[in-house]
């Protein structure tokens, strides 16, 4: 190698090959990583959709489920229920989802009194949500979402 011989420091030229092998080694590994990424086999998912059950706390959510909830009970999936806690709410909630779940069947209100919510947030309420869906897959979302 002529342009290694320019160098006149046994330790230099010795750094600068260990630096070559380095390089050609990284960029090896680099072409074996992608390569396998780029050329490889895309396995297949299996196409089984599993039931979901969609948890819904709402306090004083009047006019957010009004806009929110028929997209939501709207969805093309095949088999899903959607559960709304109602936690006490002081709006017209109750009355929204009672004619909701008139038109939908897979549609659940829970009604929780003020009385019965001894903690405050949504900790409560979510836990009744989840206790009462029938299906081990959970989603779970907010009234304004």
Request: proline share 6%.
């Amino acid at each position: 190698m002529p342009w290694l011989q320019q160098i006149q420091d046994p330790i230099i030229q010795a750094l600068f090959l260990l630096f070559l092998l380095a390089t050609l080694i990284q960029l090896a590994m680099l072409w074996l990583l992608h390569s396998r990424v780029a050329f490889g086999r895309t396995r297949k998912l299996p196409n089984a959709t599993h039931p979901v059950s969609v948890v819904i706390c709402a306090k004083d959510e009047y006019h957010n489920l009004k806009e929110n909830l028929p997209l939501i009970l709207h969805q093309d999936y095949p088999d899903y229920e959607v559960i709304v806690v109602n936690d006490a709410s002081e709006d017209d909630t109750r009355w929204l989802l009672e004619d909701l779940a008139k038109d939908y069947p897979h549609l659940q209100a829970i009604h929780i009194n003020s009385d019965l919510n001894f903690f405050r947030g949504k900790k409560f309420p979510l836990s009744i949500g989840i206790r009462s869906a029938r299906y081990p897959h959970l989603l779970l979302t907010d009234a304004d979402c």
